[in-house]
């Protein structure tokens, strides 16, 4: 077993193995970090207003003498939470519509494909904030209108893969033996489409972390009083001439996360693309 995982991790390429290293990192720095930097992200040291970096302060301090690093640590909790949420809200709106669309196909096709067409009209932001500002702002309607904005995505992918399986001889035998349409879905199609679920899952926690930071940066995602990176971005902005890195750290701890989730997804896509290729080699 090992060594199959071992030789999946491999032809992932280096794609999969920087973008699974950038994501653990984040991963456990949300988790773990502020056991490891026990500063509180709240507290005002007014003796080290705008302090550089270096010091008491690894990362500097904001215009309020808050600790950088530990708002950066305590906004990965808050980007990453909603990120995961979004895109689970996502995948559950979206991925059962792909799976009946695709193996039904006729009207219920003809409909799915079509109120999937309508929501990929607004883009994805734009929809997001017409969404919120119908829930009002809080982390919970911006993993609701995240969800909602990014389901499409999976819908049409998830479809696709599903009207390539049906026309298989495995899922003819199924039908063929009496099975219902939910046993073929649950027990041969789904499991089947799972590899291409979880590469669109994972280049979607990146845009979904870009979205939360846009949506945080409006003002529109966690409270005021919470950390978070798209905030800091907004109140850093002013400081630019000043002291940029204020605004920077958080801006490359977006980057760094969107970097890794894409990575990652790439990275997983070609792995999988190279085992079903050798799996076909073997037949």
């Known amino acids: ?11 992932g390429g280096p794609a999969l193995s920087v973008g699974a290293a950038i994501v653990l990192i984040m991963a456990l720095l949300a988790l773990f970090g502020p056991l490891v930097v026990r500063q509180d992200p709240q507290h005002e040291d007014f003796h080290y207003l705008l302090s550089p970096p270096g010091g008491p302060y690894l990362l500097g301090t904001d215009d309020l003498g808050r600790s950088i690093l530990a708002r950066v640590i305590y906004g990965a909790r808050v980007s990453l939470a909603i990120s995961g949420l979004s895109t689970a809200a996502a995948v559950l709106v979206g991925a059962p519509v792909g799976l009946v669309a695709g193996y039904q196909q006729g009207w219920i096709d003809a409909v799915a494909m079509r109120l999937t067409d309508g929501v990929l009209a607004f883009p994805g932001v734009l929809l997001a904030l017409l969404l919120i500002a119908t829930l009002g702002a809080s982390s ?65 926690l990146g845009l979904c972390v870009l979205s939360e930071a846009t949506l945080s940066y409006l003002g529109l995602s966690a409270a005021p009083e919470v950390p978070s990176w798209g905030r800091m971005v907004f109140e850093g902005q002013r400081l630019l001439e000043l002291t940029p890195f204020v605004s920077l750290m958080p801006l490359l701890a977006i980057s760094v996360t969107i970097l890794g989730f894409n990575l990652l997804g790439n990275g997983l896509s070609d792995a999988l693309n190279s085992n079903r290729q050798a799996w076909r080699g073997t037949r």
């Open 140 to 204: 919970s309607s911006v993993v609701v209108a995240l969800g909602i904005s990014f389901a499409p995505l999976f819908a049409r992918t998830i479809r696709a893969s599903t009207l390539v399986e049906r026309e298989k001889e495995y899922i003819t035998a199924a039908m063929a033996s009496g099975g219902s349409v939910a046993h073929i879905l649950r027990r041969h199609i789904a499991p089947n489409v799972a590899d291409t679920l979880l590469v669109q899952a994972t280049l979607c």
């Open 1 to 11: 077993m090992l060594t199959t995982i071992g030789t999946r991790y491999r032809r």
